[in-house]
DNA sequence: CATGAATGAGGTTTCATTCAT
DNA sequence: TATGAATGAAACCTCATTCAT
């Protein structure tokens, strides 16, 4: 796990002014034209401001520093997948798997491809060293969402909801990404919303099945049979 | 889509003599080492050649520049992990889906856990565009090895091969991704491969059933109802 | 000598109501402050400005760029230990040597101890490049006023009084920036006033007694020797 | 007293090749130059690496930051005066005061006027909050240097050493510093030696009277008086 | 008068890459 | 071949100063 000085995230000031708030929102959008068309490497903070109709100076009156800016982007961007999970699952509590499964990844997807361009430069972004811990945060509270929506599942039980929550959001974000961020043909982005929910429906139905008709002889489980 | 410069990324030489290849070796191992304790970065030419106790011109000996050095690590773990693929796909063929996934999602597994730290730094390695080409051309051969694979299934048919395959494939890798690169709890890497299994095992299932079992309503499949 | 441009080191205009009295001792009180816990390097305009609760704005309106603060600041400390220096010697015209040093260094510690904070700070300001005029007028006309005392002396002459008053003030400034500025101990800054008298004291009694007494032998004068 | 970060003041390595030496050698003289030239605050690291005949980057590989050079720069300078001082001190034990003083004048005085640019030049960088404890480290050796000579005085001893020799290097520092420092006219500069001899033999004449002479009533100690 | 948002020149520092030894 | 000193473009960030509100 690389070791680096812990810098403060936050913006620096908050906009007193219409002007101001003007300022910083261009300078959002400008973030995120620049991951667009530069990419992260070539992101500089002079490039931001330009674009965003604005000097370098006034960029660093809002974000303490480049990984501020960059963090904050990343910040709105997972707050409204969040907060779209969140929605999708608080609907669908005491529903049947299936229900839910469709009503989750429905949001999911929707929220990920509505902009498209958004989310598959934002994965760069993640990827920093800095934004490792807003990443585990929100990994954190989806997966406490997800879980609470599970229990209330009203023809499912799992014996271990941890874990199966743990895999099931790592498909929804792994699969997601492998189709987002790759630039995948149109075609697979807009099979993503149906075949994830394959995915995942076939992966908690698998997991809501007794144990008991499992064999899970020596250490682990062991390689899953179809019923024959 | 971000432009960027065409570099060759091909190494500069092939090392003819041992030494050499001790040194190549030791620039691997550095720039791994690099990439764990410093992070992407900050990982300098001359960081890297330190560590492998040699001098920044005798990187420059074998590689062109930065991007290649970099370019041939990743493709190296892309190989190793290709190679277990390809090897436990060509051993399935003509056998059923659930031997199949057993083998496959072992092998990978076993594979990307080898070496968890090489792996799981090789994801930022693998964001820089330069890579994207590489990523993308590893990503069809393993679909298409999959795809071979899949074919000769002892017990059942797909309509889509092409699309289940791209999502089969996404789903390993993401969700493998999402396991090892933010640093995961042990017990979740342990259980990945049982649960990666049951993760594509569900999913090859339903979509190797008939389509007619399916409602199929207007354009796009229609969210998936359990078999009540 | 380094070359600079030259700065209209005025104020921009007098504060003529009370309010705006307050603001400027404000910002005089800031200075320091700022100059006590950032330094000098640090001591920004805004910093200051908020420090004194005002706007940068505002402290544009009394001054026209920082530099004239700074020099009216330095300005307002060099007025006050001159002006005491100047009130000192006169009460001192027509005395014996031993009067006159311990008036004098009596006044002048005091002057410079009243403030320990502002004083150890300013020096910091002194010298910078646009102060060096400020600092060498105070030092023409302190060196007036001692040589205007020492000339009453009633119990001295001095051949030399130019270069005695150089050196006496010299000695007098220079020692005392010696213990203020480095933050010496308490005991120290206790005992400067009384130990600084003897310095003075002692080095007027030597340069107030007859040439002849010396060996004046060669270009210079020799090393002195303690009459045996 | 001003807070901030601690930097490592050291040199970032050393040269090992010729040709690496007599770059650190111009970087160094390079530095005193601009200062000259330009002051302190005008000093860049570009400026400097361009009259070393060098780049920026270099001056990097041996300074890891500005702070870095210019202490190395204060830091030789302050060696070769405190090594002057302590080998006049070293050679006027066993003495009598007037010899001390003149020997450890003559050599102070020297050591400061043998190259007036530097020494006038360096107060500026002295100032800077980063050299303050460089500065009070010196101060200390060069007291302890000066107590350990007096204390083998033949013809004195004083009742409070400590504070007699604070005084005695405040005083030399001081003195020679108002002098050097304010481009003082060379004919002060050449009277230096000796005034500055007089002062100091003058005061610790004084101090070395038996105390029973003085006036010691109350808090402190009394204005002196002559001897009448 | 006061405010504080905006400017942008200029300073510091890093690091991929070259090349003389 | 190996070394590591040197280069300099380019990035980050600061802050004195202006001016619309």
Redesign the pocket.
Known sequence: MPAHRKLALKPR?Q???A??Q??VDALFEATIQVLLTDGLP?????RVAERAG?????L??YY???QALLFAVLQRHLSRIGEAVRQAAASAHHTSLATMVSTLIAAFVRAKTERLDEASVLYAVAAELDSRELIRETGRRTRAVLAAMLETATDAKFDDLDTVVFMLAGAMAGLTRSVVETGAPPKMVRALRDHLQSVCLGYLEREARPRSLKSTVGKGRQPQQISS
């Open positions: 000031k906009p007193r002014q002007r101001a003007a300022t070539r992101l500089t903070t002079i604005a000097s370098v100076g006034t660093y009156q303490p520093h480049k």
